[in-house]
């Protein structure tokens, strides 16, 4: 179930372990690459497309948990899938608060390690997604002035056009024009529409005064 | 009614005998025929009806009733064998001939009659007739009765059966009697024997006896009077066997029904016979032995029973009788009862090699005593011999003073006087001779008057003899002289001749009268006086052996030196009666004055031994030994004695008692015989009989019955061959207190040789306190041990899971990749040999870290060695390092360099440390990152001691539980069993060391233990 131009990161200090499940991935036509420690692995260029990491948690030097720490720091969002020979309730919360997709004892079984794979690249590729539609939304956004901005963010609250006037001192006819423009430039036709393309953007809520 | 009898008889176990009528059996009950029947009670209310129809049936044909010894020492022991190894119910019934009262053809047919009818009823499976009136009897009748039964001839001499008995579905055992070798043995012990009183009833199978008996000892009569009484009623043979002449032997045969028609138990008679008999007496068959029997070859009347009884398990399982080899079961190696070989005096090296006695009695705290002090038994002789020669000593003095007497006498009675006298004329020439002195030369008054007597002289002593009457006769002195006269019968006796002048009213001289006297019986007893005076000074000097003598009217004492030196009164001192008393120790007195005046009334002797207490303080125990003698008159009374110091061997002995008493584990000394001889407190204690009531007892008495019945053989062997045998062992079996109970004990027997023979000190020890002490302490040391290793688990969880679980995720990576890669059909071999080349590699890896993991927490004994803390120190380091990470923990450690070493378990010490460390790693939980340390240090402190401390950067200990943390059960943590420290603390302590927590100012814990370096731990 392989995702196109996903890569699969392995990451274990056990060589036996790193050759078994590059095996297993391999079996499940997924391409993957090995790493002896977490260090090499950041040495290499963050891969574009989707990826998954998949991390032991105990090792030598830089630890599974420390990765995951690194990468938040470099706001890099590889999908980490933890692996432990003997781990403990509050590494494992640690690891899931920060996002792992999910946290495997080892000895794991075949089917749940590929899971976790099959839904970290899912959640790889959805990120990669979201992140594309907010691009192309922000863009859009990026096209209306500072006013029709104003008009933009009360009309999506359901303000009428009577209210936004009163709001910012304009006449309601006024806001009407705004409201046009706005529609015209996003390409959208209704408010639910409207509404949706913002959330896309991931607009921080206006701050009420 | 039958099947109910039956099923009561399982249910009760041993008794079943007795629930039969008629039926008697078994005496013995054994543990293993009680279990049987015990089983088989358990079985009965489902299979009662098949376990009675598999019942063997058995008829026992009794020659003379149930109790006719020795005919049912075989019966009994083949019942109880029987019922005993059967390993199944067998069903016993049992008739009798009653021979000795119903021997005619009559009672015979109508015995035929009934048995026929029984037969009906009950059909025996085998048919064992005991004896030979039963043998015959069943031969006889055999057609008629058991035609197709096999029939078990037992206890019979073969003789006696028809030559075809034999032949048709039968065996045999018993004897074939050596009728001459009875008198052999006889002969063997009392070779001068020289009459033989046969003792025999007049029963037809005693008659039938008496004529074989004569038969055989026909060879014998040219120097044996064969006396036999089998035509006396009893009580007349014990009036004969009272007055037997010299040189006797009573040979007891068999004695059923005497002449008169009476019948008799003939162990019974053969005891009464015992009480009377003036001679000894020999018997047949083993079991007579300790009956009053000298002994000799016996014949074994139980062992026929019980090999009996083994031919007939077969037989019932099905052989044929005939098929059995028929067994003569012959006599024993000669025994011999040792009272009755003491009570006739006969010498223990008239009996033949390899002979075994038996009873030898237990006056035996002497003996016993005797050999601990050594030797002492030697001087108890010689004090009776000596006793003995000062009686004749005293009886020389009063013959001495009759001499004296004896001129004062011939004065008064002249001629009636039994003395010789003789008067002589002033011429020297002899008058007169007295009537005596005639009859005492044989010779007529004319031959002896004048010059004549002196032929009657002996040659030698002549010339002295006249010498010196001539002599005296002219100095006109008396005079005493001794020579030798020849009797009538030619002997010459020794005379005593005195002499005195006689003078007439005026003081004319007359002439001479003498009067003489035979001393030679006197002389004879003066040289053997002499020899035994010397031969007393001599064993009273070579035992230190003191002589005294009181007169009692006087209370005048005489001492000899010896008895001077040990009572400490100066040689040659007067010494009182009541100096004498003052010596003795006032608590001693009373008993000693008892013994004295007990003595002196009955005219007896005396021996006590007393305490006397000497000038300067000292004690000193004496043996007394003393015999009043009083003369005829009543005049005096005398007590003579003997006095030894007996100091050291009481002090040995009190030395001995003591150390047996205070020995540890129960003492009781056996004799030959098993019989015993002392015992101390604690087997008192331990068995709940006194001393009394064991000590003369066989050891038997203290084991269970079914311990104590194979115990005569078993304790021959214990004791017969020392050092080959079990002696020297220690032997763990079962003993009986006096209430019943058994109880396990573990038993020493050390062999002493003693002039006394040997003797076994058995030292037993109570194991079912010392099995539940030792089972409750393995109990506690596993628990810990347990409790330990699996709280080190805990411990090692992390690193053993982390370790394990990496080959083993790997493993099921591999073969799932391979089955997937086969799924899809896209694999080639040489991959999937990679494949499963990983999968066995990574097993292996799996296997090893298994052992590895075993081998460290592996149970067993403690190992102790050399071993460095350092070493431990880096190795649990080692194994925490994953669980550290786990807690993201760091260790810091500091060790001391050229840290000697200390002698120990390093399992354990490893435990020690992983369990701190994990504590530390615990108590950091909420701490902050940074400050997740944990530092272990080593330390020498030069003096002996090592310290390893565990410090922490946690909240501390807990206020107010400082003292309790290293409490079994107590923890701080939730999941806590309390036990880690617990543990930890024991583990130290067992090494020689403490352990101490603190908190520490810059926050946290520290924990520290020391240990002393391997030369300061103690042994």
Same mark, same amino acid.
């Given at each position: ?64 948990? !420390?990765?995951?720490?690194? /990468?938040?720091? +470099?706001r890099?969002?590889e999908?980490?899938?933890? =692996? #432990? $020979?003997?781990? %403990? ?28 794979v ?20 922000? !863009?859009?956004?990026?096209? /209306?002035?500072? +006013? ?7 009309? =999506? #609250? $359901?303000?009428? %056009? ?17 409201r046009?423009r706005?529609?015209?430039k ?24 | ?85 059967m ?190 008999a ?26 026929e029973?019980?090999?009996?009884a ?20 012959g ?5 011999y ?26 006056t ?80 007529d ?16 002593d ?33 005379i ?36 035994m ?19 009692l ?71 007394a ?28 002995e ?9 020995s ?34 066989t ?9 104590g ?15 080959a045998?079990?002696?020297?062992e ?7 207190r ?31 306190e010392?099995?539940a ?61 990679e ?21 460290a ?30 807690h ?5 450690i ?79 943590k ?46």
């Amino acid at each position: 179930m392989s995702v196109a131009g996903a890569i699969v990161f392995v990451i274990d200090d056990d060589e036996s372990v790193r050759k078994g499940v590059k095996r297993l991935l391999s079996s499940a036509d997924y391409e993957t690459e090995v790493f002896g420690s977490a260090s090499d692995f950041l040495a290499r260029a963050p891969h574009p497309g989707p990826s998954c990491v998949i991390v032991d948690v105990q090792m030598p030097g830089l630890n599974g948990i !420390a990765l995951q720490e690194a /990468l938040i720091q +470099r706001r890099r969002q590889e999908q980490l899938v933890f =692996i #432990t $020979g003997h781990g %403990n309730i509050p590494m494992c919360a640690q690891a899931m608060k920060a996002g792992a997709v999910d946290f495997l004892p080892k000895p794991f079984k075949a089917g749940a390690l590929l899971k976790c794979v099959e839904s970290a690249l899912a959640r790889s590729a959805a990120q990669r997604r979201r992140a594309k539609e907010k691009q192309v939304a922000r !863009a859009s956004l990026d096209l /209306l002035t500072p +006013r029709e901005f104003e008009v933009m963010q009360m009309v =999506i #609250t $359901g303000m009428l %056009n009577k209210q936004i006037g009163g709001e910012l001192g304009m006449a309601e006819k006024t806001v009407k024009v705004h409201r046009g423009r706005v529609m015209q430039k996003l390409r959208v036709i209704s408010v639910p529409e409207l509404v949706r393309l913002v959330e896309r953007a991931e607009v921080p809520a206006p701050v009420r005064a | 009614m039958n099947r109910a009898i039956l099923i009561w008889g399982a249910l009760s176990g041993g008794c079943m005998a007795m629930a039969l009528p008629h039926r008697r059996v078994a005496p013995r009950e054994h543990r293993a025929s009680r279990l049987f029947f015990l089983f088989a009670a358990l079985l009965m209310p489902v299979s009662a009806m098949a376990v009675e129809k598999q019942a063997k049936r058995v008829l026992i044909v009794h020659s003379f009733g149930s109790v006719a010894p020795p005919f049912t020492i075989h019966s009994t022991a083949f019942e109880a064998e029987l019922v005993e190894k059967m390993g199944e119910r067998v069903d016993l019934d049992e008739v009798s001939l009653d021979m000795a009262r119903y021997a005619d053809s009559t009672m015979q047919e109508a015995l035929v009659d009934y048995l026929e009818k029984r037969q009906a009823h009950w059909r025996p499976d085998l048919v064992v007739p005991i004896g030979s009136p039963a043998g015959v009897f069943v031969a006889r009748y055999r057609d008629r009765l058991f035609s197709d039964t096999p029939i078990l001839y037992v206890g019979m001499d073969g003789r006696r059966l028809a030559p075809g008995a034999l032949k048709k579905n039968a065996t045999f055992v018993g004897e074939n009697f050596d009728l001459p070798g009875f008198v052999d043995d006889i002969l063997q012990i009392a070779p001068d024997t020289k009459n033989i009183a046969v003792v025999i009833g007049a029963s037809p199978v005693e008659q039938y006896w008496t004529q074989a008996f004569r038969k055989a000892f026909q060879p014998f009569s040219n120097r044996i009077n064969f006396i036999w009484l089998d035509d006396l009623p009893f009580d007349q043979m014990l009036d004969r066997v009272h007055k037997l002449p010299p040189h006797s032997f009573i040979f007891f045969v068999l004695l059923l029904r005497d002449a008169a028609g009476v019948t008799l138990n003939a162990d019974e008679a053969l005891q009464r016979m015992h009480e009377v008999a003036n001679a000894p007496i020999n018997s047949i068959f083993q079991h007579q032995l300790g009956l009053g029997i000298v002994g000799g070859r016996l014949y074994q009347a139980a062992r026929e029973g019980r090999d009996a009884a083994h031919l007939a398990i077969r037989i019932l399982r099905g052989e044929p009788a005939s098929s059995l080899p028929h067994e003569i079961v012959g006599s024993l190696p000669p025994r011999y009862d040792w009272r009755e070989l003491r009570r006739w005096k006969i010498d223990e090296h008239r009996l033949p090699p390899g002979s075994t006695i038996l009873y030898r009695t237990p006056t035996v705290w002497q003996q016993y005593r005797d050999w601990i002090i050594g030797g002492a038994s030697v001087v108890v002789i010689q004090a009776l011999l000596i006793s003995g020669l000062l009686a004749n000593l005293i009886r020389r003095r009063r013959a001495e003073r009759s001499l004296a007497e004896s001129e004062a006498r011939f004065r008064n009675m002249a001629d009636t006087a039994p003395v010789l006298i003789w008067v002589a004329g002033s011429d020297k020439l002899c008058t007169f001779l007295n009537k005596a002195w005639l009859e005492f030369t044989g010779r007529d008054l004319e031959r002896e008057l004048g010059d004549g007597w002196a032929e009657a002289v002996h040659p030698d002593d002549l010339q002295n003899c006249l010498t010196t009457y001539e002599k005296a006769f002219d100095a006109r002195k008396p005079f005493t002289m001794q020579y030798r006269l020849r009797r009538h019968d030619g002997v010459y006796r020794i005379i005593t001749d005195e002499g005195v002048p006689r003078y007439d009213v005026a003081g004319k001289f007359l002439g001479y009268i003498g009067a003489c006297v035979d001393i030679s019986d006197l002389v004879q007893k003066e040289t053997a006086l002499t020899e035994m005076e010397e031969r007393v000074a001599l064993a009273a000097e070579a035992t230190q052996l003191g002589v005294w003598e009181l007169d009692l009217a006087t209370n005048e004492v005489w001492l000899s030196d010896n008895t001077r030196d040990l009572f400490q009164f100066d040689r040659g001192t007067e010494v009182s009666y009541s100096d004498f008393q003052e010596r003795v120790h006032p608590e001693d007195r009373a008993v000693r004055n008892a013994m004295i005046e007990e003595a002196v009334e009955s005219e007896g002797s005396y021996e006590t031994e007393f305490r006397i207490v000497l000038r300067d303080g000292t004690l000193r125990w004496i043996a007394a030994r003393a015999r009043c003698q009083k003369d005829g008159s009543g005049k005096s009374t005398r007590l003579l004695g003997t006095t030894r110091d007996v100091t050291k061997r009481r002090q040995a002995e009190e030395l001995f008692r003591a150390a047996t008493e205070a020995s540890p584990s129960g003492t009781v000394m056996l004799d030959r015989d098993a019989r015993i001889l002392l015992v101390n407190a604690h087997i008192e204690e331990l068995f709940g009989y006194s001393r009394d009531e064991l000590i003369g007892q066989t050891v038997e008495v203290l084991l269970p019955q079914s311990l104590g019945d194979q115990h005569p053989d078993y304790r021959s062997n214990l004791i017969a061959l020392p050092g080959a045998g079990p002696i020297g062992e220690r032997l763990e079996l079962f003993a009986r207190r006096k209430d019943g109970t058994d109880f396990p004990v573990e038993i020493a027997l050390s062999p002493i040789q003693t002039p006394q023979g040997l003797l076994v000190l058995v030292s037993v020890t109570d194991l079912s306190e010392r099995k539940a002490a030792k089972e409750e302490a393995r109990y506690r040391r596993e628990q810990i041990e347990l409790l330990s290793r699996v709280s080190m688990l805990g411990e090692m969880t992390a690193s053993v899971a982390h370790e394990l679980n990496q080959p083993l995720a790997a493993i099921m990576s591999n073969a799932n990749a391979g089955m997937r890669f086969i799924d899809s059909g896209k694999f080639d071999a040489k991959q999937l040999h990679e494949i499963l080349a990983d999968v066995v590699s990574d097993g292996a890896r799996a296997h090893d870290i298994i052992n590895r993991v075993r081998s460290a927490i592996k149970k067993g004994e403690p190992i102790r060695g050399k071993i460095n803390l350092n070493d431990v120190v880096r190795n649990v380091a080692y194994m925490v390092q994953q669980d550290a990470a786990a807690h993201s923990c760091e260790l810091q450690i500091s060790l001391a360099d050229d840290l000697p070493a200390i002698e120990g378990d390093p399992t354990q010490l490893r435990q020690v440390m992983i369990n701190l460390v994990s504590n530390a790693f615990d108590a950091m939980f909420d701490a902050s990152p940074s400050s997740r340390n944990v530092e272990i240090t080593t330390e020498y402190n030069g003096n002996g001691m090592i310290s390893v401390a565990v410090r922490d950067h946690g909240p501390g200990i807990p206020e107010g539980t400082q003292d309790r943390l290293f409490e079994q059960f107590f923890t701080t943590k939730e999941k806590g069993l309390g036990m880690g420290l617990a543990i930890v603390r024991s583990i130290v302590e067992a090494h020689g060391g403490g352990i101490a927590a603190e908190n520490v100012k810059g926050g946290g814990a520290r924990f520290s233990f020391n240990l002393p370096t391997s030369k300061e731990i103690p042994a």
